[in-house]
Protein backbone atom coordinates (compact mmCIF):
# COMPACT_ATOMS: atom_id res chain seq x y z
CA UNK A 1 0.00 0.00 0.00
CA UNK A 2 0.71 3.49 -0.08
CA UNK A 3 0.87 5.43 3.27
CA UNK A 4 1.01 9.40 2.92
CA UNK A 5 1.51 10.29 6.81
CA UNK A 6 1.67 13.62 8.03
CA UNK A 7 3.00 14.92 4.37
CA UNK A 8 3.72 18.76 4.10
CA UNK A 9 4.41 20.73 0.99
CA UNK A 10 5.95 24.00 0.76
CA UNK A 11 5.33 26.25 -2.87
CA UNK A 12 7.05 29.19 -3.77
CA UNK A 13 4.49 31.93 -4.41
CA UNK A 14 6.20 35.54 -5.07
CA UNK A 15 9.58 34.57 -4.44
CA UNK A 16 8.18 33.37 -0.52
CA UNK A 17 7.79 29.64 0.55
CA UNK A 18 4.83 28.85 1.87
CA UNK A 19 3.11 26.02 3.16
CA UNK A 20 0.65 24.50 0.14
CA UNK A 21 0.00 21.05 2.20
CA UNK A 22 -0.65 20.83 5.76
CA UNK A 23 0.01 17.12 7.34
CA UNK A 24 -1.68 15.10 5.47
CA UNK A 25 -2.47 11.54 5.50
CA UNK A 26 -3.59 8.99 3.39
CA UNK A 27 -3.80 5.22 2.67
CA UNK A 28 -4.14 3.86 -0.71
CA UNK A 29 -5.14 0.12 -0.79
CA UNK A 30 -4.85 -2.23 -3.77
CA UNK A 31 -7.96 -3.22 -4.84
CA UNK A 32 -9.21 -0.42 -3.26
CA UNK A 33 -10.46 3.33 -4.99
CA UNK A 34 -9.89 6.35 -2.72
CA UNK A 35 -11.48 9.66 -3.67
CA UNK A 36 -9.82 13.00 -3.03
CA UNK A 37 -11.97 15.45 -3.06
CA UNK A 38 -12.35 19.68 -2.33
CA UNK A 39 -12.38 22.62 -3.88
CA UNK A 40 -9.93 24.16 -6.49
CA UNK A 41 -6.95 25.49 -4.68
CA UNK A 42 -6.94 22.84 -1.28
CA UNK A 43 -4.05 20.65 -2.12
CA UNK A 44 -5.36 17.80 -4.19
CA UNK A 45 -3.03 18.12 -7.38
CA UNK A 46 0.01 19.00 -5.10
CA UNK A 47 -0.65 15.80 -2.38
CA UNK A 48 -0.96 13.32 -5.84
CA UNK A 49 1.44 15.00 -7.73
CA UNK A 50 3.76 14.00 -4.35
CA UNK A 51 2.58 10.41 -4.44
CA UNK A 52 5.21 10.27 -7.72
CA UNK A 53 7.41 13.08 -6.43
CA UNK A 54 6.37 14.91 -9.60
CA UNK A 55 6.15 18.14 -7.87
CA UNK A 56 9.70 18.54 -6.65
CA UNK A 57 10.57 19.36 -11.28
CA UNK A 58 7.89 22.65 -9.73
CA UNK A 59 9.27 23.94 -7.13
CA UNK A 60 7.54 21.92 -4.54
CA UNK A 61 9.75 20.89 -1.65
CA UNK A 62 8.65 18.25 1.20
CA UNK A 63 8.82 19.92 4.49
CA UNK A 64 7.91 16.90 6.83
CA UNK A 65 6.03 14.06 6.85
CA UNK A 66 6.63 10.80 4.32
CA UNK A 67 5.04 9.22 1.85
CA UNK A 68 6.12 4.85 2.48
CA UNK A 69 5.11 2.49 -0.67
CA UNK A 70 5.34 -1.16 0.98
CA UNK A 71 6.88 0.53 4.02
CA UNK A 72 9.62 2.03 2.11
CA UNK A 73 10.18 5.62 1.55
CA UNK A 74 10.02 7.40 -1.52
CA UNK A 75 12.35 10.29 -0.35
CA UNK A 76 15.23 7.33 0.33
CA UNK A 77 14.91 5.99 -3.12
CA UNK A 78 17.21 7.79 -5.28
CA UNK A 79 16.14 9.32 -9.18
CA UNK A 80 16.90 5.98 -10.89
CA UNK A 81 14.98 3.74 -8.38
CA UNK A 82 11.88 6.54 -8.47
CA UNK A 83 11.96 6.52 -12.81
CA UNK A 84 11.36 2.65 -12.30
CA UNK A 85 8.71 2.93 -10.16
CA UNK A 86 6.97 5.52 -11.93
CA UNK A 87 5.07 3.59 -14.30
CA UNK A 88 5.80 0.05 -13.35
CA UNK A 89 4.42 0.29 -9.83
CA UNK A 90 2.40 3.86 -9.84
CA UNK A 91 1.52 5.60 -12.80
CA UNK A 92 -0.63 8.75 -13.38
CA UNK A 93 -3.42 9.59 -15.25
CA UNK A 94 -3.70 14.17 -15.55
CA UNK A 95 -6.63 16.10 -16.59
CA UNK A 96 -5.16 17.12 -19.93
CA UNK A 97 -4.54 14.83 -21.99
CA UNK A 98 -3.25 17.53 -24.51
CA UNK A 99 -0.72 18.14 -22.29
CA UNK A 100 0.84 14.98 -21.65
CA UNK A 101 0.90 13.44 -25.14
CA UNK A 102 3.46 14.85 -27.46
CA UNK A 103 2.53 16.56 -30.56
CA UNK A 104 4.71 15.59 -32.71
CA UNK A 105 5.12 11.79 -32.53
CA UNK A 106 2.64 9.39 -33.04
CA UNK A 107 0.65 7.67 -30.18
CA UNK A 108 2.39 4.29 -31.23
CA UNK A 109 6.05 5.65 -30.91
CA UNK A 110 5.20 7.10 -27.41
CA UNK A 111 3.40 4.47 -26.61
CA UNK A 112 5.85 2.04 -27.47
CA UNK A 113 8.99 4.24 -25.61
CA UNK A 114 6.97 3.72 -22.42
CA UNK A 115 6.60 0.29 -22.70
CA UNK A 116 10.32 -0.47 -23.48
CA UNK A 117 11.53 1.94 -20.50
CA UNK A 118 9.65 -0.30 -18.49
CA UNK A 119 9.49 -3.92 -19.82
CA UNK A 120 12.37 -5.89 -21.63
CA UNK A 121 10.89 -6.52 -24.90
CA UNK A 122 11.90 -6.21 -28.47
CA UNK A 123 10.31 -3.55 -31.03
CA UNK A 124 8.35 -6.27 -32.21
CA UNK A 125 6.95 -7.41 -28.81
CA UNK A 126 6.72 -3.91 -27.48
CA UNK A 127 4.23 -2.88 -30.81
CA UNK A 128 2.23 -6.05 -29.91
CA UNK A 129 1.87 -4.69 -26.36
CA UNK A 130 0.96 -1.93 -27.44
CA UNK A 131 -1.78 -3.15 -29.93
CA UNK A 132 -2.96 -5.13 -26.89
CA UNK A 133 -3.13 -2.28 -24.42
CA UNK A 134 -4.85 0.40 -27.15
CA UNK A 135 -7.73 -2.38 -27.04
CA UNK A 136 -8.05 -2.58 -23.73
CA UNK A 137 -9.21 0.05 -23.22
CA UNK A 138 -11.66 -0.18 -25.83
CA UNK A 139 -10.25 1.14 -28.93
CA UNK A 140 -11.19 -0.15 -32.43
CA UNK A 141 -8.75 -0.33 -34.94
CA UNK A 142 -5.75 -0.31 -32.71
CA UNK A 143 -3.35 -1.28 -35.19
CA UNK A 144 -3.84 2.05 -37.11
CA UNK A 145 -4.23 4.11 -34.48
CA UNK A 146 -0.56 3.49 -33.61
CA UNK A 147 0.77 5.42 -36.97
CA UNK A 148 -1.73 8.39 -35.95
CA UNK A 149 -0.46 11.92 -34.47
CA UNK A 150 -2.24 13.45 -30.73
CA UNK A 151 -4.19 15.97 -32.45
CA UNK A 152 -6.03 13.20 -35.12
CA UNK A 153 -8.22 11.94 -32.03
CA UNK A 154 -11.00 13.38 -30.28
CA UNK A 155 -10.34 14.36 -25.97
CA UNK A 156 -12.16 10.81 -24.57
CA UNK A 157 -9.99 8.96 -27.61
CA UNK A 158 -6.67 10.44 -25.90
CA UNK A 159 -7.63 9.59 -22.68
CA UNK A 160 -7.59 6.38 -23.52
CA UNK A 161 -4.38 6.71 -24.79
CA UNK A 162 -2.98 7.73 -21.78
CA UNK A 163 -4.84 5.15 -19.45
CA UNK A 164 -3.41 2.99 -21.95
CA UNK A 165 -0.22 4.13 -21.22
CA UNK A 166 -0.45 4.46 -17.32
CA UNK A 167 -0.78 0.53 -17.84
CA UNK A 168 1.52 -0.14 -20.38
CA UNK A 169 3.99 -1.65 -17.19
CA UNK A 170 1.02 -3.05 -15.58
CA UNK A 171 1.53 -0.84 -12.32
CA UNK A 172 -0.56 -1.59 -8.77
CA UNK A 173 -1.42 2.03 -8.36
CA UNK A 174 -2.85 4.72 -10.52
CA UNK A 175 -3.24 8.22 -9.59
CA UNK A 176 -6.16 10.06 -11.62
CA UNK A 177 -6.09 13.47 -11.46
CA UNK A 178 -9.59 14.77 -12.75
CA UNK A 179 -9.55 12.34 -15.77
CA UNK A 180 -12.65 13.35 -16.98
CA UNK A 181 -13.10 17.26 -16.30
CA UNK A 182 -11.69 17.93 -19.62
CA UNK A 183 -14.13 15.90 -21.36
CA UNK A 184 -18.02 15.67 -22.70
CA UNK A 185 -20.66 14.17 -19.90
CA UNK A 186 -20.99 11.01 -22.04
CA UNK A 187 -17.79 10.69 -22.77
CA UNK A 188 -16.80 11.22 -19.31
CA UNK A 189 -18.97 8.41 -18.15
CA UNK A 190 -17.20 5.76 -20.53
CA UNK A 191 -14.08 6.90 -19.45
CA UNK A 192 -14.86 6.21 -15.96
CA UNK A 193 -16.46 2.87 -16.54
CA UNK A 194 -12.84 2.20 -18.30
CA UNK A 195 -10.89 2.98 -15.27
CA UNK A 196 -13.12 1.37 -13.23
CA UNK A 197 -13.00 -1.86 -15.07
CA UNK A 198 -9.54 -1.71 -15.03
CA UNK A 199 -9.14 -1.18 -11.18
CA UNK A 200 -11.26 -4.57 -10.69
CA UNK A 201 -9.88 -6.54 -13.23
CA UNK A 202 -6.10 -5.20 -12.15
CA UNK A 203 -6.96 -5.15 -8.36
CA UNK A 204 -5.34 -1.55 -8.95
CA UNK A 205 -5.03 0.84 -6.40
CA UNK A 206 -6.69 4.06 -7.63
CA UNK A 207 -6.96 7.78 -6.01
CA UNK A 208 -9.22 9.45 -7.93
CA UNK A 209 -9.11 13.23 -7.37
CA UNK A 210 -12.32 14.87 -8.29
CA UNK A 211 -14.68 17.57 -7.32
CA UNK A 212 -17.14 15.71 -8.28
CA UNK A 213 -19.31 13.78 -5.37
CA UNK A 214 -21.64 12.21 -7.51
CA UNK A 215 -18.33 10.10 -9.04
CA UNK A 216 -16.86 9.36 -5.55
CA UNK A 217 -20.37 7.80 -4.77
CA UNK A 218 -20.34 5.80 -7.57
CA UNK A 219 -16.69 4.54 -7.73
CA UNK A 220 -14.75 4.86 -4.66
CA UNK A 221 -14.71 2.80 -1.54
CA UNK A 222 -12.61 5.29 0.91
CA UNK A 223 -12.85 9.06 1.06
CA UNK A 224 -11.07 12.13 1.70
CA UNK A 225 -11.92 15.47 1.89
CA UNK A 226 -9.30 18.21 1.48
CA UNK A 227 -9.88 22.12 2.50
CA UNK A 228 -7.14 24.66 2.68
CA UNK A 229 -4.11 22.17 2.33
CA UNK A 230 -5.70 19.59 5.14
CA UNK A 231 -7.75 16.87 5.44
CA UNK A 232 -10.72 17.45 7.23
CA UNK A 233 -12.96 14.19 6.81
CA UNK A 234 -12.01 10.81 6.22
CA UNK A 235 -13.87 7.17 5.68
CA UNK A 236 -15.40 4.84 4.03
CA UNK A 237 -17.85 5.98 1.21
CA UNK A 238 -20.71 4.88 3.07
CA UNK A 239 -19.25 6.94 6.26
CA UNK A 240 -19.25 10.18 4.40
CA UNK A 241 -22.18 10.05 2.50
CA UNK A 242 -24.61 8.84 5.06
CA UNK A 243 -23.07 10.85 7.47
CA UNK A 244 -20.92 13.37 7.30
CA UNK A 245 -19.54 15.02 10.18
CA UNK A 246 -17.08 17.97 9.11
CA UNK A 247 -19.28 20.76 8.35
CA UNK A 248 -17.82 21.72 5.01
CA UNK A 249 -18.32 18.25 3.65
CA UNK A 250 -22.09 18.87 4.26
CA UNK A 251 -21.85 22.21 2.21
CA UNK A 252 -19.65 20.57 -0.68
CA UNK A 253 -22.90 17.92 -0.22
CA UNK A 254 -25.67 20.41 -0.27
CA UNK A 255 -23.92 22.25 -3.52
CA UNK A 256 -23.96 18.85 -5.69
CA UNK A 257 -26.52 19.37 -8.36
CA UNK A 258 -29.66 17.52 -7.99
CA UNK A 259 -29.82 17.44 -4.15
CA UNK A 260 -30.98 21.66 -4.80
CA UNK A 261 -32.69 20.25 -7.80
CA UNK A 262 -36.46 21.51 -5.87
CA UNK A 263 -34.64 25.13 -5.60
CA UNK A 264 -33.96 24.96 -9.25
CA UNK A 265 -30.51 26.08 -7.86
CA UNK A 266 -26.83 25.30 -6.80
CA UNK A 267 -26.01 26.09 -3.34
CA UNK A 268 -22.60 27.52 -3.20
CA UNK A 269 -20.62 27.73 0.23
CA UNK A 270 -20.29 31.63 0.08
CA UNK A 271 -16.74 32.57 0.71
CA UNK A 272 -13.63 31.41 -0.85
CA UNK A 273 -11.14 29.02 0.21
CA UNK A 274 -8.16 30.43 1.72
CA UNK A 275 -5.11 30.66 -0.30
CA UNK A 276 -1.50 29.39 1.17
CA UNK A 277 0.25 31.25 3.06
CA UNK A 278 -3.27 33.15 4.58
CA UNK A 279 -4.48 30.08 6.58
CA UNK A 280 -5.72 31.02 10.11
CA UNK A 281 -4.03 29.18 13.20
CA UNK A 282 -7.23 27.89 14.08
CA UNK A 283 -9.77 25.97 11.86
CA UNK A 284 -9.17 26.92 8.44
CA UNK A 285 -12.92 26.46 7.10
CA UNK A 286 -14.12 28.80 9.80
CA UNK A 287 -14.75 32.03 8.68
CA UNK A 288 -17.20 30.16 5.87
CA UNK A 289 -18.79 27.73 8.77
CA UNK A 290 -22.22 28.44 10.15
CA UNK A 291 -20.96 26.45 13.54
CA UNK A 292 -17.72 28.53 14.49
CA UNK A 293 -17.55 29.70 17.81
CA UNK A 294 -14.51 30.67 19.91
CA UNK A 295 -13.32 27.02 20.29
CA UNK A 296 -12.77 27.19 16.64
CA UNK A 297 -9.90 29.96 17.42
CA UNK A 298 -7.60 26.72 17.89
CA UNK A 299 -5.65 24.54 15.63
CA UNK A 300 -7.97 21.58 15.34
CA UNK A 301 -6.67 17.73 15.43
CA UNK A 302 -7.02 15.78 12.34
CA UNK A 303 -8.70 13.21 14.43
CA UNK A 304 -10.78 15.86 16.71
CA UNK A 305 -14.11 13.31 16.02
CA UNK A 306 -14.03 10.20 15.36
CA UNK A 307 -15.91 7.01 14.75
CA UNK A 308 -14.44 3.58 14.12
CA UNK A 309 -12.84 4.60 10.61
CA UNK A 310 -14.29 7.60 10.00
CA UNK A 311 -12.53 10.98 11.00
CA UNK A 312 -13.24 14.86 10.99
CA UNK A 313 -11.30 17.91 11.84
CA UNK A 314 -13.95 19.71 13.81
CA UNK A 315 -14.76 20.25 17.51
CA UNK A 316 -18.35 20.52 16.68
CA UNK A 317 -18.57 17.48 14.76
CA UNK A 318 -20.78 15.06 17.23
CA UNK A 319 -23.45 17.82 17.29
CA UNK A 320 -24.23 17.16 13.74
CA UNK A 321 -23.96 13.56 12.81
CA UNK A 322 -26.95 11.73 12.61
N1 LIG B 1 4.28 24.42 -8.52
C1 LIG B 1 3.61 25.33 -7.79
N2 LIG B 1 4.18 26.51 -7.45
C2 LIG B 1 3.51 27.41 -6.70
N3 LIG B 1 2.27 27.26 -6.24
C3 LIG B 1 1.64 26.12 -6.55
C4 LIG B 1 2.26 25.10 -7.34
N4 LIG B 1 1.39 24.07 -7.50
C5 LIG B 1 0.27 24.44 -6.82
N5 LIG B 1 0.41 25.66 -6.25
C6 LIG B 1 -0.59 26.35 -5.39
O1 LIG B 1 -0.90 25.48 -4.32
C7 LIG B 1 -2.29 25.48 -4.04
C8 LIG B 1 -2.85 24.08 -4.19
O2 LIG B 1 -2.76 23.69 -5.55
P1 LIG B 1 -3.34 22.34 -6.14
O3 LIG B 1 -3.02 22.36 -7.59
O4 LIG B 1 -2.85 21.20 -5.36
O5 LIG B 1 -4.90 22.53 -5.91
P2 LIG B 1 -6.10 21.55 -6.33
O6 LIG B 1 -6.81 21.18 -5.09
O7 LIG B 1 -5.59 20.47 -7.19
O8 LIG B 1 -7.05 22.53 -7.17
P3 LIG B 1 -7.89 22.24 -8.53
O9 LIG B 1 -9.15 21.59 -8.07
O10 LIG B 1 -8.12 23.60 -9.07
O11 LIG B 1 -7.07 21.37 -9.43
C9 LIG B 1 -2.91 26.49 -5.00
O12 LIG B 1 -3.02 27.71 -4.32
C10 LIG B 1 -1.89 26.60 -6.12
O13 LIG B 1 -1.91 27.87 -6.70
MG1 LIG C 1 -5.82 19.97 -9.18
New binding site residues.
Partial sequence: MIEVSALSLS???QGRRVE??SGVSLTLKEGRVLGLV??????????AQAMLRL?EY???ERTAGDIRLDGISLFDMDDEAMRRIRGSRLAMVFQEPMTALNPVFTIGSQLIEVIRLHLKLDKRQAKERATTLLQAVGMQQAEQLLSQYPDALSGGMRQRVLIAMAMAADPDYIIA??PTTALDVSVQKRIIALLLNLQKQRNLGLLL?T?DFGLVAEMCDDVAV?YA?QVVEAGSVHEIFDHPAHPYTRALMSCRPGLSADSGELTVIAGQVP??GRWPSGCRFAERCPLADAACEQPVAADAWRQQTHVARCVHAGEVVR
Avoid: N, R
Avoid at 38 to 47: F, R
Fill in positions: VSVAVGESGCGKSLTGQGVDEVHMGQP
